[in-house]
């Protein structure tokens, strides 16, 4: 059992001062706000929010970040030359080396006070396209990696293992698409059940499923995705809309969006998750509130690709519920991720107040972690996970601004965390950060031997 007397923190009823909670089995076995000092409890300067929940990630795309901008590209390029590039770190690493990267990226998430994360995985083989063998780690090494790595950083994982077959709408997978590529969708069920049998019953990993998009997979495997998630009880995510020639493809294809053709077979529900979702109709928007799916945003990655400014006001009020993510790792904040999606609601519209900082803190924490399928996480509250994230609040961005949800949520950014609890257990204190940076550049150059060099 131990102690904590926060200075201030953020409860589901409102901030609150001298909040004393005590932790018990990695859970909150009381949360007493106005709290005298008790013996033996750790006193917490600063604000105190729950653990923040990062919805999407591919990992793999930190070794990217600051290296799709460089002068041999003239800055120019498309969310498809980007991918051309993403494709070439794809290629090169080894279940060792994305250890490492995957490892370095989390502890980079848990500096930010991100305490789970949904991992968007998909590469399961070779770069040639055959398993691993058992002497390599067996068919699901890469996945386990990501298991391992999260573990060592001190993080949650939902492991959204990915169903990935078709290179577009009747195209076969080509060069490195090969090693995500199971052959169909049962081969896909049969590696994720063994998968989830090499996982085990552990209460910091959940084995979730992701249909990569839906022109990865034939129309005629996405149920097998969708009911193996069913039997489960687990998430699915996709992504979904990030770009009109997706839509184009899909119309042309199928005769139906993206949102119709999902729903068609299966794949929305309250459990779902609808990546991006940038690109929709208004039929689109109504299909997925009606189905109570979370939509995550992605701000910092939609920007850097150009993708476009979701909409995010609309899906709220058909019904959908909003969630974040880091996607690429251009920014690894999930912050400046909340923030985005109503600053960048103002740009479009023109106007300012379309989200509260409740309402987006919210997103950032439990219904992020619902998401993922961590209902038990998000709030400081008696019998949730003991997820705590404390936030400087005198640092040169969050002095004067109230130590409040606005402090939070439109003055601090991921710099500003000074500790990250666990499930009860410290994972990063400010002084861990410089350490941090040397470990994030050995992991990448040991991806991309030549820094300079523009990976594609």
């Given at each position: 059992m131990t102690a904590h007397l926060l200075q201030r923190a953020v409860l589901p009823d409102g901030v609150a001062d001298d909040v004393l909670v005590v932790v018990e089995d990695g859970r909150f076995a009381e949360v007493v706000p106005g709290a005298d000092r008790p013996r033996r409890a750790l006193e917490v300067p600063g604000l105190t929010i729950p653990g923040l929940?990062?919805?999407?990630?591919?990992?793999?795309?930190?070794?990217?970040?600051?290296?799709?901008?460089?002068?041999?590209?003239g800055g120019e390029g498309s969310f498809w030359t980007w991918r051309e590039q993403m494709y070439g770190v794809a290629a090169r690493l080894t279940p060792e080396t994305y250890l490492v990267l995957a490892r370095a990226t989390y502890r980079e998430m848990a500096a930010a006070g991100i305490t789970a994360v949904g991992e968007f995985h998909y590469l399961h083989h070779r770069p040639d396209g055959t398993p691993y063998d058992d002497e390599d780690g067996?068919?699901?090494?890469?996945?386990?990696a990501l298991v391992e790595a999260a573990r060592q950083a001190g993080?949650?994982?939902?492991?959204?293992?990915?169903?990935?077959?078709?290179?577009?709408?009747?195209?076969p997978v080509s060069g490195p698409q090969v090693r995500y590529d199971d052959g169909s969708a049962a081969a896909w069920r049969r590696r994720v059940?063994?998968?989830?049998?090499?996982?085990?019953?552990?209460?910091?990993?959940?084995?979730?499923?992701?249909v990569h998009s839906v022109r990865a997979?034939?129309?005629?495997?996405?149920?097998e995705v969708a009911a193996w998630a069913a039997e489960h009880h687990r998430p699915l995510h996709l992504h979904l809309s990030e770009q009109p020639a997706e839509n184009d493809a899909c119309l042309a294809a199928t005769g139906l969006t993206p949102t119709g053709l999902a729903a068609r077979e299966g794949l929305l529900g309250e459990r779902t998750s609808v990546v991006h979702a940038t690109h929709l109709t208004d039929d689109d928007v109504a299909t997925l509130g009606a189905a109570r799916a979370h939509a995550c945003f992605c701000p910092t990655t939609e920007r850097d690709l150009a993708d476009g400014?979701?909409?995010?006001?609309?899906?709220?009020?058909?019904?959908?519920?909003?969630?974040?993510?880091?996607?690429?790792?251009?920014?690894?904040?999930?912050?400046?991720?909340?923030?985005?999606?109503?600053?960048?609601?103002?740009?479009?519209?023109?106007r300012r107040g379309h989200w509260s900082a409740a309402d987006l803190l919210a997103a950032a924490t439990a219904d992020g972690h619902a998401s993922l399928g961590f209902g038990d996480a998000g709030r400081i509250e008696v019998g949730a996970r003991a997820d705590l994230v404390t936030l400087?609040?005198?640092?040169?961005?969050?002095?004067?601004?109230?130590?409040?949800?606005?402090?939070?949520?439109?003055?601090?950014a991921a710099e500003d965390v000074l500790?990250?609890?666990?499930?009860?257990?410290?994972?990063?204190?400010?002084?861990?950060?410089?350490?941090l940076g040397r470990e994030l550049a050995a992991a990448i150059s040991a991806v991309i031997s030549d820094v300079s060099e523009d990976p594609r």
């Open positions: 929940a990062n919805a999407h990630s591919h990992a793999f795309h930190r070794a990217l970040r600051g290296r799709t901008h460089a002068a041999s590209t067996g068919p699901n090494a890469m996945g386990l993080v949650r994982l939902t492991l959204l293992d990915t169903c990935y077959l078709a290179g577009g709408f009747g195209e059940d063994a998968l989830e049998a090499a996982v085990g019953d552990r209460d910091d990993v959940v084995v979730g499923a992701a997979v034939p129309a005629a495997e996405m149920g400014v979701g909409p995010s006001v609309p899906l709220r009020e058909a019904g959908a519920r909003l969630t974040l993510g880091s996607d690429s790792h251009a920014v690894i904040d999930l912050l400046e991720e909340a923030r985005a999606v109503e600053l960048d609601e103002r740009l479009v519209s023109g400087d609040d005198a640092s040169v961005r969050t002095a004067g601004t109230g130590a409040d949800l606005g402090t939070a949520v439109f003055a601090a500790r990250t609890v666990v499930d009860g257990r410290v994972v990063f204190r400010r002084a861990d950060r410089s350490a």
